[in-house]
């Protein structure tokens, strides 16, 4: 499959010369701005708070990383001036507050937030985080699926890579009290695995899937060999490049899932607690936090940077673009067949 030139551009700034993704997610709201409110005994976490520590995620951990994931509420306002121009910029679409409805969760865009402004800013990539669960209610499954398409069908109309995350999630009927952002410990590998089939479909426009573990991080030690077929199922329906996501996986179990991952042809990652989670916790000693960040943190990427070396599969050598990750037509006539930005 050919790739249209702006998403060609930034699936390469997205990876390292290698086709290697080692991605630092630093879009993460719930899961940073209710840790400082409740240190600091508000509401709401103070912007100040928050966009610091964006901020210092961003100077400590981009040279590590091949790619930054920044959201337009904190990270991109408040750190994007010492981003380094070598590393790939993707923004987050989505709102982080959800609508939770007793036959499942609704997702939406961030207010006065777009695709196209995505691009207008510079961005790299789109990123957008659906929760899905295939048993839901049909009508609840037809909203994501549409949502989904909708951002699809406006990526490809500005010509920038759709990077797609997917997160099942605790229905009612499940009787889990699981903290958002954070894998559900009784999930089934076959909710993920169907979700993924749903959206490899064509209509979705996906050109990377960003994907949990179809094992709870607490269970990759039971049955090696099933684990593995289960990512390797995963692999196999995702039909394109792919990720893996850590949803608050710990460093040892994030390592163990890369492992499977790439042995199923996983192409990197884009994770951010893994990596940084153990630093926050510090907060509100900045300096304490620092430290962690260019220590442990730093070590810890560095390490799972030479096992994604070693062996992630190349986006470029996944069986969809194998031989065909170049621009058509790649002669005089590209000008010409090129429909240009906001035209399809």
Avoid at 152 to 181: K, M, W
């Amino acid at each position: 499959m050919s790739l249209s030139a702006g998403k060609l551009w930034g699936m390469r700034r997205m990876a390292d010369a290698g086709g290697r993704f080692k991605m630092t997610a630093v879009d993460q709201r719930p899961p940073i701005k209710a840790p400082i409110a409740r240190a600091r005994g508000t509401t709401e976490a103070p912007w100040d708070d928050v966009a610091r520590f964006k901020r210092l995620l961003v100077e400590t951990l981009q040279a590590e990383s091949t790619a930054m994931l920044l959201d337009p509420h904190y990270a991109y306002p408040g750190a994007v001036d010492i981003l380094d121009p070598r590393k790939g910029l993707i923004l987050t679409l989505e709102d982080s507050v959800f609508e939770e409805t007793p036959e499942g969760r609704l997702s939406s865009e961030i207010d006065d937030w777009s695709v196209e402004k995505i691009k207008r800013a510079g961005g790299d990539a789109v990123k957008v985080l659906a929760w899905y669960r295939p048993d839901a209610a049909p009508a609840i499954c037809r909203a994501q699926q549409d949502f989904t398409k909708r951002v699809g069908e406006a990526c490809a109309r500005f010509d920038i890579p759709f990077l797609f995350e997917l997160l099942v999630y605790p229905l009612a009927s499940d009787n889990e009290q699981t903290r958002d952002y954070v894998e559900m410990r009784t999930k089934r590998a076959d909710h993920v695995l169907a979700s993924v089939e749903e959206f490899a479909g064509p209509d979705y426009g996906i050109d990377v899937f960003k994907l949990e573990s179809p094992v709870a991080a607490g269970d990759l030690g039971n049955g090696t060999a099933n684990v593995q077929a289960l990512f390797d199922e995963m692999g196999r329906l995702a039909g394109r490049p792919w990720v893996m996501l850590s949803a608050g996986a710990g460093k040892d179990e994030f390592r163990t899932i890369l492992r499977h991952a790439y042995a199923a042809g996983a192409s990197g990652y884009l994770a951010g607690r893994a990596i940084w989670l153990d630093a926050f916790g510090a907060f509100p000693d900045w300096e304490r936090i620092e430290a962690g960040l260019r220590g442990e943190s730093t070590a810890y990427m560095q390490e799972i940077n030479r096992l994604t070396d070693e062996a992630a599969t190349p986006w470029f050598e996944h069986p969809r673009h194998r031989c065909k990750a170049g621009i058509a037509p790649a002669d005089g006539g590209f000008r010409k067949a090129y429909a240009g930005f906001g035209h399809g």
